[in-house]
């Protein structure tokens, strides 16, 4: 028990667990009322009394045989005190068929954990890793683990559920990235290629070549930076440059930033851009109407 109340008591949760698991209920008694459980403890007194007293036990294996043998012949067939009928009568024609069956297989004790969401979108549990959706980063979930999965909890509502891994290991799910991210934490080169494609011809052409690499993750950098210009210039002037650039055999994404620099550079002192064209529009930019001043009539 972690909390003895008579109404509402809070059980421990590996108990918890293993009493569903099982099948059977749990009642306690209440503290320092020693009449909530006389009958159940009267047949410790009994079975220590006759069962062990006096007997001698090498090892543990002959004392569960012995037992097992005194249950059977000697204690099933006394009469009791109180039913005055033989307890083995009375559990075969009363009880028996209330028991569930015996379980095949030992139980499987689960951990129990409490851990928080990293900014990887991971968790660590048992030293191995599992992820967790986004909106839950900073938070401290709770975990239960047993040797096949891994059940993620928040606030008591299960919010994720992973294969158990070993030390070390690692079991992400994609979907727990939203998509802007997704593509760099899983490696998914693919994704990226067509992110650049999207743009354009030569986009497209430019990314397959930085991603050429017998280890095309490393150069995935590369290709955001790439994208971050498409962003910047717009996705007609990278694409001019990225086929001047292959024509070349050139393939560095600075020197397509630089090409794109120097071209907004060389038409503005041939006048062919205009201060307005070469600055960039930020996001949250305020129009030039809204600094300019507005004139007041006067009124006689």
Not at 51 to 72: C, D, H, Q, T, Y
Not at 98 to 116: H, N, R
Not at 231 to 260: F, Q
Request: proline share 6%.
């Amino acid at each position: 028990m972690i909390k003895a109340d008579p109404l509402t008591p809070r059980f421990n949760p590996t108990f918890l667990d293993y009493a569903q698991a099982r099948g059977f209920a749990i009642d306690p008694a209440r503290v320092r009322r020693p009449t909530d459980k006389p009958r159940v403890e009267n047949a410790v007194r009994y079975v220590r009394g006759a069962g062990f007293k006096g007997e001698n036990f090498v090892s543990l294996e002959p004392a569960r045989e012995w037992m097992i043998s005194w249950a059977r012949d000697e204690a099933g067939n006394r009469i009791h005190g109180t039913t005055r009928r033989r307890p083995k009568e009375h559990f075969e024609l009363e009880e028996r068929h209330f028991l569930l069956p015996a379980p095949e297989s030992g139980y499987d004790v689960p951990i129990y954990a409490d851990a928080k969401v990293g900014r990887d979108h991971h968790i660590s549990v048992a030293k191995a890793l599992y992820s967790v959706p986004g909106e839950h980063i900073g938070k401290t979930v709770q975990v239960r683990a047993d040797r096949t999965l891994v059940k993620i909890f928040w606030r008591g509502q299960l919010i994720k559920t992973h294969p158990r891994k070993q030390p070390g290991g690692r079991s992400t799910d994609p979907a727990d990235y939203p998509q802007h991210k997704r593509a760099y934490a899983m490696r998914d080169v693919d994704y990226l290629r067509r992110v650049a494609l999207s743009q354009g011809v030569g986009v497209g052409s430019y990314a397959a070549r930085l991603l050429e690499s017998s280890l095309p993750w490393t150069r995935m950098r590369h290709v955001y930076k790439l994208l971050g210009l498409v962003h910047r210039y717009g996705p007609e002037r990278v694409n001019d440059a990225c086929g001047r650039a292959l024509d070349l055999d050139v393939v560095d994404v600075y020197r397509i930033s630089r090409m794109l620099e120097r071209a907004l550079e060389s038409a503005a002192d041939h006048g062919g851009v205009g201060d307005d064209e070469r600055v960039v529009q930020l996001r949250f930019a305020r129009a030039e109407s809204e600094f300019g001043l507005t004139s007041v009539a006067n009124h006689d």
